[in-house]
């Protein structure tokens, strides 16, 4: 069965993100750098330490990203969110600390009509919702 998976693009600091992300979600993380791949000697030298693709995984969790390849310039935008499903408070509330440090919390992961719900917006501008269904 297909996948969709979510893939970010930074400017410059993708291990730095993805590191991070890793710290707080946990799982296996991979990078490859433009001086790791085959295109090296097509890429110039200031491009040989940026990340060309890089993937996470922690159990049902996929995230992938690299830094800006492609002409023109990075803008964050507010269209895009990354939503956690959990099954608990308990179970998402690891995440939803580790992730809102030095971010904004926009609401704090908190019972609600429907079940748990928490957002916030991490340090490098990348927006996350949390939520649980009611038992």
């Not at 710290?23 to 993380?29: P, R, Y």
């Not at 992961?109 to 079940?115: K, R």
Request: one cysteine or more; hydrophobic letters at 40%; glycine letters at 8%.
């Amino acid at each position: 069965m297909a996948h969709l998976n979510p893939y970010l693009t930074f400017n410059g600091n993708c291990r730095q993100a993805m590191e991070f992300y890793q710290a707080c979600l946990e799982g296996e993380l991979s990078l490859t750098t433009v001086s790791d791949s085959p295109m090296k000697d097509q890429m110039p030298k200031e491009a040989q330490n940026a990340v060309m693709h890089s993937l996470l995984r922690s159990g049902d969790i996929t995230l992938m990203a690299s830094d800006q390849m492609s002409p023109g310039t990075l803008v964050n935008g507010n269209t895009i969110t990354l939503c956690i499903i959990g099954n608990s408070k308990a179970e998402l509330e690891p995440f939803f600390t580790k992730l809102a440090a030095e971010g904004n919390v926009f609401q704090p992961l908190q019972e609600t009509f429907f079940g748990v719900y928490g957002a916030l917006t991490d340090k490098f501008g990348i927006n996350w919702m949390f939520q649980a269904d009611k038992a």
